[in-house]
Nanobody, 125 residues
Framework: QVQLVESGGGLVQAGDSLRLSCVAAGGSVSRRAMGWFRQAAGTEREAVAAMHWSESSPYYTDSVKGRFTISRDNAKNTVYLQMSSLKPEDTAVYYC??????????????????WGQGTQVTVSS
């Protein structure tokens, strides 16, 4: 059973940067797509960024393109989300997730079987 633990959230000012980390335990995620999702109060969970197991063609939602970068280190079973030029509208709980299948790719939360507990990111104006 894969367990995911996120870290790196916090309270920052607009324009600042943060790097979120997600460490997987209990199994390798090297053959799974990995994603970062976020959920703000009163909204549905949305995909922020996702990366194939092969690290090709990462996906970014339009609102974070050019500001966020997803990366992974399969040797460390870890995925990262580098967030720059943060805006108040980026405020949300950020979740790391692992795809339920091997060698597949999806942006839909329903296709991700393993989830971290979430880390709060708050951006003040």
């Amino acid at each position: 059973q894969v367990q995911l633990v996120e870290s790196g959230g916090g309270l920052v000012q607009a324009g600042d940067s943060l790097r979120l980390s997600c460490v997987a335990a209990g199994g390798s995620v090297s053959r799974r797509a990995m994603g970062w999702f976020r959920q703000a109060a009163g909204t549905e969970r949305e995909a922020v960024a996702a990366m194939h197991w092969s690290e090709s063609s990462p996906y970014y939602t339009d609102s974070v393109k050019g500001r966020f970068t997803i990366s992974r280190d399969n040797a460390k079973n870890t995925v990262y989300l580098q967030m720059s030029s943060l805006k108040p509208e980026d405020t949300a709980v950020y979740y790391c997730a692992a795809d339920r299948g091997y060698y597949t790719f999806s942006r839909a939360p329903k296709d991700y079987a393993y989830w971290g507990q979430g880390t709060q990111v708050t951006v003040s104006s």
